[in-house]
C-alpha cells in the first residue's frame, strides 16, 4: 500500500475556493467547511435569483408602460387587447423602452393604436 499525499491538488482546491469567497464576512471567508458551505448556499441563491431577475424586470416593465399609458388616458390591460388587436408587435420591452427613454415615438404608437 502507498500513502496518498494530496499536497497541491487538495491546496489547489483551497485557493480556487478562497478565491470565491472574497468578501464573505467571518468564518465563512476563513474557515475550510463553514466557506464550502456559504458557496454552495451562494450557488443556490445565485442560480433562483437569475430566475427571479426575469420576473421582476417584466413587472417593471408593465409598470413603466402602465403609467406612460394613462397619461394617454387609456390603462394597460386595454393598451395591450388594442395593441393585439392592431396586430403591433412590440414586446413589453421594447415598448417600456419606448416610453422611458423616447416619450414623442410611444406617444405616437399610443395614438396609432387609440384612432
Known sequence: M???K???VARRRRTKMRRKAKGFRGGARTQMRRRHQALMKAGVHATRHRRQKKRTMRSLWIVRVN???REAGLTYSRFIALLKEKKVGLDRRALADLAFNHPDDFAKIVAMVKG
Open 67 to 69: 403609467a406612460a399609458v
Open 2 to 4: 502507498v500513502r496518498v
Open 6 to 8: 494530496r499536497g497541491f
